[in-house]
Protein backbone atom coordinates (compact mmCIF):
# COMPACT_ATOMS: atom_id res chain seq x y z
CA UNK A 1 0.00 0.00 0.00
CA UNK A 2 1.30 3.68 -1.07
CA UNK A 3 2.14 5.58 1.67
CA UNK A 4 2.71 9.21 2.13
CA UNK A 5 4.61 10.58 5.15
CA UNK A 6 2.73 13.93 7.17
CA UNK A 7 5.25 16.22 8.36
CA UNK A 8 2.79 18.74 9.10
CA UNK A 9 1.02 16.75 11.98
CA UNK A 10 1.95 17.11 15.78
CA UNK A 11 1.09 14.14 17.39
CA UNK A 12 -0.02 13.52 21.02
CA UNK A 13 1.22 11.86 23.92
CA UNK A 14 2.18 12.42 27.99
CA UNK A 15 3.46 10.69 30.53
CA UNK A 16 1.53 11.43 34.62
CA UNK A 17 4.87 11.31 36.39
CA UNK A 18 6.21 14.36 34.10
CA UNK A 19 6.04 16.82 36.36
CA UNK A 20 7.43 20.09 35.27
CA UNK A 21 5.72 20.18 32.04
CA UNK A 22 2.98 17.63 32.23
CA UNK A 23 2.15 16.33 28.17
CA UNK A 24 4.78 18.79 27.29
CA UNK A 25 4.62 21.70 24.18
CA UNK A 26 2.60 20.96 21.58
CA UNK A 27 1.19 17.72 22.61
CA UNK A 28 -2.60 18.67 22.46
CA UNK A 29 -2.44 20.03 19.29
CA UNK A 30 -5.31 18.39 16.86
CA UNK A 31 -4.19 16.96 13.49
CA UNK A 32 -5.06 15.44 10.44
CA UNK A 33 -7.26 12.44 10.26
CA UNK A 34 -6.08 9.24 8.91
CA UNK A 35 -2.55 9.64 10.64
CA UNK A 36 -1.36 7.11 12.68
CA UNK A 37 1.91 7.42 14.84
CA UNK A 38 4.32 6.07 17.17
CA UNK A 39 6.16 8.16 20.02
CA UNK A 40 8.56 6.66 22.04
CA UNK A 41 10.44 8.81 24.78
CA UNK A 42 13.19 8.58 27.33
CA UNK A 43 12.79 10.46 30.46
CA UNK A 44 15.29 11.11 33.58
CA UNK A 45 13.69 12.40 36.40
CA UNK A 46 15.28 13.47 39.77
CA UNK A 47 11.93 14.04 42.63
CA UNK A 48 10.55 13.66 45.72
CA UNK A 49 7.19 12.72 43.61
CA UNK A 50 6.37 8.93 42.91
CA UNK A 51 5.94 7.66 39.45
CA UNK A 52 2.17 7.35 40.94
CA UNK A 53 2.81 11.33 41.09
CA UNK A 54 2.48 11.20 45.56
CA UNK A 55 4.59 13.68 46.77
CA UNK A 56 6.40 11.99 49.16
CA UNK A 57 8.43 14.42 51.94
CA UNK A 58 12.52 13.85 52.33
CA UNK A 59 12.20 11.20 49.03
CA UNK A 60 15.36 11.46 46.78
CA UNK A 61 13.71 9.46 43.49
CA UNK A 62 15.76 8.53 40.04
CA UNK A 63 13.66 7.89 37.68
CA UNK A 64 14.56 6.86 34.26
CA UNK A 65 10.77 5.44 31.78
CA UNK A 66 10.57 4.81 28.09
CA UNK A 67 7.26 5.68 27.32
CA UNK A 68 5.85 4.46 23.93
CA UNK A 69 2.45 5.30 22.41
CA UNK A 70 0.44 4.65 19.15
CA UNK A 71 -2.22 7.21 18.35
CA UNK A 72 -4.94 7.27 15.59
CA UNK A 73 -6.77 10.34 13.98
CA UNK A 74 -10.23 9.82 12.72
CA UNK A 75 -13.47 11.58 12.19
CA UNK A 76 -16.22 12.08 14.36
CA UNK A 77 -19.43 13.60 12.95
CA UNK A 78 -16.64 15.93 10.73
CA UNK A 79 -14.74 16.72 13.73
CA UNK A 80 -11.00 15.84 14.65
CA UNK A 81 -10.54 12.60 16.86
CA UNK A 82 -8.07 10.67 18.42
CA UNK A 83 -7.55 7.56 20.14
CA UNK A 84 -4.50 6.78 21.89
CA UNK A 85 -2.55 4.32 23.87
CA UNK A 86 0.70 3.64 26.18
CA UNK A 87 3.02 1.49 27.76
CA UNK A 88 5.64 2.92 30.24
CA UNK A 89 8.59 0.51 31.16
CA UNK A 90 10.97 2.05 33.73
CA UNK A 91 13.16 1.65 36.58
CA UNK A 92 13.42 3.86 39.98
CA UNK A 93 15.99 4.11 42.39
CA UNK A 94 16.97 6.39 45.25
CA UNK A 95 15.64 6.58 48.91
CA UNK A 96 12.59 7.42 51.34
CA UNK A 97 12.43 7.89 54.81
CA UNK A 98 10.02 6.21 56.28
CA UNK A 99 9.65 3.69 59.44
CA UNK A 100 10.90 0.15 59.03
CA UNK A 101 8.74 -2.88 59.55
CA UNK A 102 8.72 -3.23 63.38
CA UNK A 103 10.07 -0.11 63.96
CA UNK A 104 7.81 3.29 65.00
CA UNK A 105 11.07 5.49 63.89
CA UNK A 106 11.80 6.69 60.15
CA UNK A 107 14.75 5.74 58.72
CA UNK A 108 16.21 6.10 55.23
CA UNK A 109 15.23 3.05 52.86
CA UNK A 110 16.83 2.61 49.71
CA UNK A 111 14.57 1.41 47.04
CA UNK A 112 14.98 0.05 43.61
CA UNK A 113 12.57 -1.54 41.16
CA UNK A 114 12.03 -1.66 37.66
CA UNK A 115 8.87 -2.64 35.55
CA UNK A 116 6.32 -0.85 34.17
CA UNK A 117 4.69 2.84 35.60
CA UNK A 118 1.09 3.24 34.73
CA UNK A 119 -0.24 3.67 31.29
CA UNK A 120 -2.91 4.97 29.70
CA UNK A 121 -6.09 4.85 26.93
CA UNK A 122 -7.23 8.24 26.10
CA UNK A 123 -9.74 9.90 23.34
CA UNK A 124 -9.97 13.22 22.36
CA UNK A 125 -12.79 15.08 20.18
CA UNK A 126 -12.31 18.55 18.43
CA UNK A 127 -14.97 20.83 19.92
CA UNK A 128 -14.50 24.65 18.71
CA UNK A 129 -12.97 24.78 15.21
CA UNK A 130 -11.31 21.54 14.51
CA UNK A 131 -12.93 20.14 11.62
CA UNK A 132 -11.88 16.42 10.38
CA UNK A 133 -9.38 16.80 7.44
CA UNK A 134 -7.03 14.83 5.71
CA UNK A 135 -3.78 15.76 6.10
CA UNK A 136 -4.16 17.93 2.48
CA UNK A 137 -6.59 19.80 3.65
CA UNK A 138 -5.45 20.36 7.25
CA UNK A 139 -2.04 21.80 6.07
CA UNK A 140 -3.95 23.94 3.42
CA UNK A 141 -6.36 25.38 6.48
CA UNK A 142 -6.35 28.47 7.54
CA UNK A 143 -6.21 27.95 11.76
CA UNK A 144 -8.86 30.21 13.70
CA UNK A 145 -7.36 32.44 16.42
CA UNK A 146 -9.04 30.16 19.17
CA UNK A 147 -9.69 26.07 19.24
CA UNK A 148 -10.56 23.34 22.32
CA UNK A 149 -10.66 19.76 22.44
CA UNK A 150 -12.00 17.00 25.21
CA UNK A 151 -8.97 15.11 26.48
CA UNK A 152 -10.59 11.75 28.40
CA UNK A 153 -7.87 9.52 30.10
CA UNK A 154 -8.08 6.23 31.99
CA UNK A 155 -4.75 5.41 33.72
CA UNK A 156 -4.36 1.64 34.50
CA UNK A 157 -2.18 0.35 37.33
CA UNK A 158 1.63 -0.69 36.63
CA UNK A 159 3.77 -2.87 38.23
CA UNK A 160 3.00 -3.22 42.23
CA UNK A 161 3.87 -5.27 44.86
CA UNK A 162 2.70 -3.90 47.98
CA UNK A 163 5.88 -5.65 49.87
CA UNK A 164 7.85 -3.10 48.36
CA UNK A 165 8.67 -0.01 50.16
CA UNK A 166 8.32 1.72 46.74
CA UNK A 167 6.75 0.31 43.20
CA UNK A 168 6.69 2.03 40.03
CA UNK A 169 2.31 0.92 39.46
CA UNK A 170 -0.35 2.68 41.73
CA UNK A 171 -1.98 -0.39 42.74
CA UNK A 172 -5.53 2.07 41.36
CA UNK A 173 -7.04 3.75 38.57
CA UNK A 174 -7.08 7.06 37.63
CA UNK A 175 -9.56 9.09 35.28
CA UNK A 176 -8.09 12.31 33.76
CA UNK A 177 -11.38 14.96 32.14
CA UNK A 178 -9.45 18.27 30.57
CA UNK A 179 -10.09 21.02 27.69
CA UNK A 180 -6.76 21.75 25.97
CA UNK A 181 -7.09 25.22 24.21
CA UNK A 182 -4.77 26.65 21.58
CA UNK A 183 -4.67 30.26 20.72
CA UNK A 184 -2.97 31.45 17.71
CA UNK A 185 -0.81 34.62 18.44
CA UNK A 186 0.13 35.38 14.93
CA UNK A 187 -0.86 34.43 11.25
CA UNK A 188 1.28 36.68 9.11
CA UNK A 189 3.40 33.94 8.28
CA UNK A 190 2.54 30.56 8.79
CA UNK A 191 5.50 29.13 8.58
CA UNK A 192 6.39 31.29 11.70
CA UNK A 193 3.25 31.21 13.86
CA UNK A 194 3.19 31.87 17.55
CA UNK A 195 0.22 30.16 19.90
CA UNK A 196 -0.27 29.83 23.38
CA UNK A 197 -1.83 26.37 24.26
CA UNK A 198 -3.87 25.86 27.61
CA UNK A 199 -4.60 22.52 29.20
CA UNK A 200 -7.03 22.88 31.94
CA UNK A 201 -7.48 19.35 34.03
CA UNK A 202 -8.37 17.31 36.34
CA UNK A 203 -7.37 13.76 38.03
CA UNK A 204 -9.70 11.70 39.78
CA UNK A 205 -8.15 8.15 41.71
CA UNK A 206 -9.48 5.16 42.33
CA UNK A 207 -8.68 3.70 46.19
CA UNK A 208 -5.05 2.08 46.52
CA UNK A 209 -6.95 -1.24 49.17
CA UNK A 210 -3.74 -2.67 49.41
CA UNK A 211 -1.13 -0.26 50.36
CA UNK A 212 2.49 -0.76 51.31
CA UNK A 213 3.13 -2.46 54.25
CA UNK A 214 5.40 0.32 55.64
CA UNK A 215 2.32 2.66 55.17
CA UNK A 216 0.64 0.63 58.19
CA UNK A 217 -2.24 1.68 56.49
CA UNK A 218 -5.61 -1.04 55.04
CA UNK A 219 -6.69 1.80 52.70
CA UNK A 220 -5.51 5.11 51.25
CA UNK A 221 -7.05 7.18 48.92
CA UNK A 222 -5.38 10.12 46.91
CA UNK A 223 -7.63 13.59 46.67
CA UNK A 224 -8.50 15.04 43.44
CA UNK A 225 -5.53 16.70 41.69
CA UNK A 226 -6.26 19.91 39.40
CA UNK A 227 -3.72 20.95 36.97
CA UNK A 228 -2.87 24.17 34.64
CA UNK A 229 -0.53 23.43 31.70
CA UNK A 230 0.57 25.69 29.32
CA UNK A 231 3.51 26.18 26.56
CA UNK A 232 4.44 29.64 24.55
CA UNK A 233 5.29 28.23 21.38
CA UNK A 234 7.42 29.33 18.00
CA UNK A 235 8.38 28.39 14.81
CA UNK A 236 11.61 30.08 13.68
CA UNK A 237 11.27 27.70 10.48
CA UNK A 238 9.74 25.05 9.20
CA UNK A 239 11.71 22.69 10.90
CA UNK A 240 12.80 24.24 13.88
CA UNK A 241 10.32 25.31 16.96
CA UNK A 242 11.29 26.33 20.79
CA UNK A 243 8.49 26.85 23.54
CA UNK A 244 8.49 27.90 26.95
CA UNK A 245 6.35 25.88 29.37
CA UNK A 246 4.41 25.49 32.66
CA UNK A 247 2.75 23.87 34.53
CA UNK A 248 0.86 24.36 38.17
CA UNK A 249 -0.56 21.46 40.04
CA UNK A 250 -2.81 22.05 43.08
CA UNK A 251 -4.07 18.93 45.35
CA UNK A 252 -3.62 15.58 45.01
CA UNK A 253 -3.24 15.07 48.98
CA UNK A 254 -2.78 11.63 50.30
CA UNK A 255 -5.56 9.71 53.17
CA UNK A 256 -4.46 6.84 54.82
CA UNK A 257 -6.85 4.80 56.85
CA UNK A 258 -8.80 8.46 56.09
CA UNK A 259 -6.11 10.23 57.93
CA UNK A 260 -5.20 13.45 55.65
CA UNK A 261 -1.05 13.50 55.04
CA UNK A 262 0.79 16.44 55.26
CA UNK A 263 1.27 16.11 51.46
CA UNK A 264 -0.59 18.14 49.32
CA UNK A 265 0.91 19.33 45.87
CA UNK A 266 0.70 23.10 45.19
CA UNK A 267 3.76 24.32 43.36
CA UNK A 268 4.52 25.48 39.50
CA UNK A 269 7.62 24.26 37.44
CA UNK A 270 8.22 25.02 34.09
CA UNK A 271 11.17 24.53 31.36
CA UNK A 272 11.64 24.85 27.48
CA UNK A 273 11.35 22.76 25.10
CA UNK A 274 13.03 22.66 21.67
CA UNK A 275 12.17 20.38 18.54
CA UNK A 276 13.66 19.87 14.74
CA UNK A 277 12.00 17.97 11.83
CA UNK A 278 15.05 15.58 10.97
CA UNK A 279 13.21 14.13 7.96
CA UNK A 280 9.28 13.85 6.76
CA UNK A 281 8.31 10.86 8.76
CA UNK A 282 10.71 12.04 12.03
CA UNK A 283 10.63 14.64 14.25
CA UNK A 284 12.74 15.00 17.64
CA UNK A 285 12.29 17.71 20.34
CA UNK A 286 14.78 17.92 23.75
CA UNK A 287 12.98 19.17 26.98
CA UNK A 288 14.03 20.28 30.70
CA UNK A 289 12.14 21.20 33.79
CA UNK A 290 11.97 22.39 37.33
CA UNK A 291 10.27 23.88 39.84
CA UNK A 292 10.86 27.80 40.60
CA UNK A 293 7.56 28.06 43.33
CA UNK A 294 7.47 25.32 45.86
CA UNK A 295 5.03 26.07 48.85
CA UNK A 296 4.68 22.40 49.39
CA UNK A 297 8.53 21.86 49.31
CA UNK A 298 8.33 19.88 46.18
CA UNK A 299 11.95 19.21 44.68
CA UNK A 300 11.82 17.73 40.82
CA UNK A 301 14.11 18.45 37.62
CA UNK A 302 13.37 16.47 34.52
CA UNK A 303 15.63 15.56 31.20
CA UNK A 304 13.36 14.47 28.24
CA UNK A 305 13.78 13.30 24.86
CA UNK A 306 11.17 12.11 22.44
CA UNK A 307 10.92 11.10 18.55
CA UNK A 308 7.52 11.35 16.61
CA UNK A 309 7.30 8.92 13.73
CA UNK A 310 3.94 9.45 11.79
CA UNK A 311 2.47 8.54 8.10
CA UNK A 312 -1.27 8.95 6.64
CA UNK A 313 -2.46 6.29 3.34
CA UNK A 314 -2.13 8.60 0.09
CA UNK A 315 -5.46 6.86 -0.84
CA UNK A 316 -7.38 8.61 2.04
CA UNK A 317 -6.26 11.79 0.78
CA UNK A 318 -8.13 14.47 -1.61
CA UNK A 319 -6.91 14.53 -5.20
CA UNK A 320 -7.62 17.60 -7.24
Keep these: ?3 IIVSTVILLFSLQLSFAQGDGARMTLWGPTGVTGVIPKWMSLNQNITPANILVND ?3 QINAFPIAVIHNFSIANRFAQVMVNAVPGNVTGSIFAPPLGSQIPDKISVNASGF ?3 FVGFKLGLINQPALNAKEYAAYQHKTFSMTSYTRVWYPGSYDENEALNLGSNRWTFEVGFPMNIYLSKNNPKKNT ?9 LYTANTAPTKITRADKTEQLPLFSLE ?3 SHNFTDKLWASLDLRYQYGGELKADGVKQDNMLNVIGGGATIGYQIIPPLGINISYGNVFNNPSNVEANMFKMTAVFSYANLKKLQTN
Design 1 to 3: MKK
Design 117 to 119: IDG
Design 59 to 61: ADL
Design 230 to 232: NHL
Design 195 to 203: WLEVYPAIH
